[in-house]
C-alpha cells in the first residue's frame, strides 16, 4: 500500500537562461490554459473530452509547449471550468463570470516531464524543454526533514513562483504496510474549521481549540491591507503578507503538537483526520467567512501533524468528510435538517443535540476506525452510511452506534 503525500521544496537561485526559461515556460503554460477556458466557454461544458479535443492541438500550435505540459494546461482549464460551472449552481453565485487566467507565475509538470536526482549530498530537479534530449536542470534546496522521502517523488507536479522565488510542489508516493490492530487502538478524531480550528474527539471526551482569537488576527490583517491599498503603500502589503503568513505558521505548529500530545496520552493512538479535497468549496457563507476560508492553511496543519506524528510512531490517516457533521452518533441518522446552525447538531430522528464539530469528530474518528482497521479499499462513506440515512455496516469489533454509545472512541463529553 501507499501513502500520498506532498512536498514544497525551493530551487537554489537560477542562473539568467534558467530564470529566464522558467518565465518563457510559466506565460506560455498561461496562454495554454487560456485556450481551454475559451474551449470551454464556447462550447458551454466542463467536460475534460471535450476541452480537451477542442484545445490540445491549438495549446501545441499556438504556445509550442511539448504534449506533457499541454495536457497538464488541458486539466487546469477543465478544473476551472469545473469550479465555475459548480459556482453557477450556487444561489448565493449567480454573477460569478467565467474565469480568465492573467498571472504567469506558475506551470505544470507532467509525470514524464521531469525527474529528481540525487547528485554530490543534494537534489537537483530536470526539466525537460519540449525536445527529446533536451532538459534544464535545477539545483533544489531541500531540508533535513524531506531528503529521505525525495526517492519517492511520482505523479504530475507543479512549478510556482512566489515572492520571486522559484518552488517545486512535488508528490510522494511513499510504501507502507497498515498496521493490523492488535487489541484496542485509540482512535483520535479531528475536524477542521474556523470557528473551531480543530475539535478532536478522544476515548476522554472532546477538545476544542477555538479560534475566535485566530479570526480576529486574521481581520486585523485585512484591514491592515484595505488601508495600505488605498495610498498604494505595495512594499507595506508585501511586508504585512510575510508576517502573516510567519504567525500562521507558528499557531499550526503549536495546534498540531498539541494534537500530537494528546494522541500519546492512550495506547495505541491513531489520528484521523477529514480528507481535504474540495475542504473551501464544501463550506460556502457570508464573504467574511469564505474569505478566512480560502485562506487557511489546513493542509499545512495536516502536514505538521504527520511529520510530529511520524517520530512517535502514531499513523494518521484520513477519510471521507462527507456528511460527518449530519450523521447522528447515538442513532445513526443522517440529513442535513440533523444541523439547524453552524454550532448545533439536533437530530430530527431520536433529538439528540450536540455541538455540530463535536459530531464530526466523533464521526470521524468512526470512520477511521472501519477504514484503518479493515483496509477498506475506496473511503469509509460507503460502509458508515447508506442510501437510507442510516449507519451501515459496522465490521466485528467496531461498536454499532445504533446499538449503544458505550464506544470510548464515540463517547461525548459531558
Not at 312 to 334: E, F, L, M, N, W
Not at 364 to 381: K, M, T
Amino acid at each position: 500500500m501507499y501513502r500520498q503525500e506532498t512536498v514544497i521544496v525551493a530551487l537554489k537561485i537560477p542562473t539568467t537562461w534558467k530564470a529566464d526559461f522558467l518565465d518563457a515556460m510559466a506565460h506560455s503554460f498561461r496562454d495554454a490554459i487560456q485556450i481551454g477556458l475559451n474551449a470551454a466557454q464556447e462550447l458551454h461544458t466542463s467536460s475534460r473530452k471535450r476541452i480537451h479535443d477542442s484545445s490540445y492541438v491549438v495549446m501545441r500550435a499556438k504556445t509550442g509547449i511539448a504534449s506533457d505540459y499541454a495536457r497538464m494546461a488541458v486539466n487546469q482549464a477543465v478544473a476551472l471550468a469545473r469550479s465555475y460551472y459548480g459556482l453557477r449552481k450556487s444561489k448565493h453565485q449567480k454573477r460569478t463570470s467565467f474565469p480568465t487566467v492573467v498571472n504567469a507565475n506558475s506551470f505544470g509538470l507532467g509525470v514524464n516531464a521531469y525527474a529528481v536526482f540525487e547528485r554530490d549530498n543534494g537534489f537537483v530537479l530536470r526539466v525537460s524543454m519540449g525536445k527529446r534530449g533536451s532538459y534544464v536542470w535545477l539545483p533544489l534546496s531541500v531540508c533535513a526533514k524531506f531528503r529521505d522521502k525525495m526517492q519517492y517523488v511520482s505523479g504530475d507536479a507543479k512549478m510556482f513562483r512566489r515572492d520571486g522565488k522559484w518552488y517545486a510542489m512535488l508528490p510522494l508516493k511513499i510504501p507502507y504496510t497498515p498496521t493490523v490492530c492488535d487489541g484496542k487502538p485509540s482512535f483520535i478524531g479531528v475536524d477542521m474549521g474556523i470557528v473551531r480550528l480543530a475539535t478532536v474527539s478522544t476515548p476522554d471526551g472532546i477538545i476544542y481549540f477555538d479560534g475566535k482569537e485566530a479570526r480576529y488576527k486574521r481581520e486585523h490583517f485585512v484591514d491592515l491591507r484595505r488601508r495600505y491599498q488605498r495610498v498604494n503603500r505595495v512594499d507595506k502589503i508585501k511586508d504585512m503578507r510575510g508576517k502573516e503568513q510567519r504567525w500562521m505558521t507558528d499557531l499550526n505548529h503549536t495546534i498540531s503538537k498539541r494534537i500530537v500530545e494528546i494522541a500519546l496520552q492512550y495506547e495505541n493512538p491513531i489520528i484521523v483526520f477529514e480528507r481535504l479535497d474540495g475542504i473551501r468549496d464544501r463550506v460556502r457563507a457570508s464573504k467574511r467567512f469564505n474569505r478566512m476560508m480560502s485562506s487557511w492553511a489546513f493542509r499545512q496543519l495536516l502536514s505538521f501533524v504527520e511529520y510530529k506524528a511520524e517520530k512517535y510512531g502514531i499513523p494518521v490517516v484520513t477519510v471521507d468528510p462527507r456528511r460527518t457533521s449530519q450523521t447522528c452518533p447515538k442513532c445513526g441518522h443522517a440529513t442535513r435538517s440533523n444541523r439547524p446552525s453552524q454550532s448545533q447538531f439536533r437530530c430530527v430522528n431520536c433529538n439528540f443535540q450536540d455541538n455540530a464539530d463535536g459530531v464530526a469528530a466523533r464521526n470521524i474518528a468512526g470512520s477511521g476506525a472501519r477504514l484503518y482497521c479493515y483496509e477498506h479499499p475506496d473511503n469509509a462513506l460507503s460502509i458508515s452510511i447508506d442510501t437510507t440515512g442510516t449507519v451501515g455496516f459496522w465490521p466485528d469489533g467496531v461498536q454499532d452506534q445504533r446499538a449503544s454509545r458505550s464506544d470510548s472512541n464515540l463517547a461525548s463529553s459531558l
